[in-house]
Structures are given as C-alpha cells and as structure tokens.
C-alpha cells in the first residue's frame, strides 16, 4: 500500500514566509530556506513553496530560494506561483525544484499541463486548484491567488486536467483556509473518486484527528498544512506517530 504522504506549505511572498486566513490576512513566518531545512530534518515527505502574489503581481517564481533550499534540503520540492511557460517549467525544475505546481496559467491556458507533461513527464506537473463551495453545493474554481472566480466546476476541472496530462492534484478549499476547522471532506473525497492521480488535500487543518479524516474518510494521498507546522502546534513525529498507530501508512521518522 502507498504511504500517506504529509507536506508542509510554505507560502512566500517577497522572499518570506507568510501565512493567511481565506487567502488574506497576511502574517509573516520565517525564512523560507531555514524553515525548509527544519522540515527536511524532522520528517516531511515533501514541502510545496507557493509563491502566493505572482499570479497577480507578474512577479518571478522566487529562483533564488529554490536554489538556495534544494542544495540544503532531500525531499521532493514542488513550487508553484507565476509559472505561465513551458519555460518557466525548465527554468525552476532546473534550480532544483522536483515538481511544478500550475494554477492560473493552466485554466487560462490548458494545453499547458499538456505540453509541460510531454516535456518533462507528467510526474513533474500538479495542477493546484483553489475551489469554493457555492450556493448549490457545488465547488467553483478560482485563480489569481483566490481573487477571481471562474465558470469552471472544480470536479469537472480536476478531471480534465488529469485527461490533459496532470500527475497530480493540489486541492484547496478556500472556505477552509487558515482556519483550522477541518478539511474539506467532501470536496476532497468527490476528487479523488473522479480521478486515478494523487490528490493532496490543503486547508483547514487544525488537529491531528483532522489529518487522519481527510486521509481516510476523505480519500487523500496527501495532506497539506502551514500554521500547525510553522508554529509548532504539531509537530510532525508526533502526527506521523497517531496515524501509524491508527492504521494510516505513513513513513516513520
């Protein structure tokens, strides 16, 4: 059986780490280089690096910090924020980064998970999809860092991508984000009955009971978290501990 993988996200923005509730409310939270460095030596499985104000900003993927992380840190790195090319897929898989995470510029553009998979492998493009509960309850899409609503069905979306050469999903909720309410159990589970590639869930995280929900009961093959782990209110031998204990295939630290 495939081992439940769990992934700390660092947000940046101007180089830092921040961290936000529902996509605002911003707080900084460390050096994005030292922070990666601490989760590479206590047991991460992966770490994401989102660079949250590209998108809108027309801001460059932070290079530098990638460079700089992949040198000091042996776990899969998946960034994503500003990456609109095949080219920008080259130029950051080529500081070191191991996957690239494709929001906005893949519902713009979708021939672009296409490309990027014939490319560099399908193993190396996840699609991260922001989605937002609607008053019929279904889920929206949203791009541009959760600022502007799309006409896509976030269930229909997740399918094409993975149709268009996606290897993995990065699923948000934005109704859950930052508040540590829990995942979104359906949205997650929804998706990853839809599709046969990885579904990371990310949002709403707030306790260890929520990571074993949303890996069992919510079908995840990952689960994503920021403030639990950047402000130590769980550290990641003692989760990796309660899921194995309760059955959840983990890799032990």
């Known amino acids: 059986m495939l081992k439940k993988r769990l992934i700390p996200c660092l947000d940046l923005q101007d180089g830092r780490v921040v961290k936000c509730v529902k996509f605002v409310d911003m707080r900084d939270a460390g050096d994005p280089v030292e922070a990666a460095k601490l989760y590479n030596s206590i047991g991460a499985d992966e770490i994401v690096f989102l660079d949250i104000a590209a998108s809108y900003r027309g801001q460059e993927t932070m290079k530098e910090v990638i460079a700089r992380a992949s040198e000091q840190v042996f776990i ?19 500081c070191g980064a191991d996957k690239i995470g494709v929001n906005s510029a893949a519902v713009k553009n979708p021939t672009l998970i296409t490309d990027a998979a014939m490319k560099f492998g399908r193993q190396c493009v996840v699609v991260a999809v922001d989605a937002k509960r609607n008053s019929a309850g279904r889920y929206d899409v949203y791009i541009n860092g959760g600022r502007v609503k799309t006409d896509l069905d976030a269930i229909d979306w ?3 991508a993975e149709q268009l050469g996606a290897g993995e999903i990065l699923l948000t909720s934005i109704d859950r984000d930052g508040t ?6 359906s949205l997650t589970r929804q998706a990853a009955e839809a599709v046969n590639i990885p579904v990371i869930a990310s949002g709403g995280a707030g306790s260890k009971e929520h990571f074993y929900d949303v890996l069992t009961a ?3 093959d990952a689960a994503l978290a920021a403030s639990l782990f950047h402000y130590g209110m769980i550290k990641m031998n003692e989760l990796k501990e309660y899921l194995n204990g309760r059955g959840v ?5």
Not at 76 to 94: A, C, H, N, Q, Y
Not at 180 to 185: K, R, W
């Open 180 to 185: 540590q309410e829990g995942y979104e159990l």
């Open 249 to 253: 295939p983990v890799r032990m630290v």
């Open 158 to 160: 997740i399918v094409q």
């Open 76 to 94: 899969p790195l998946t960034v994503g924020g500003g990456i609109r090319t095949v080219e920008d897929f080259r130029t950051i898989l080529s």
């Open 218 to 220: 919510g079908k995840a």
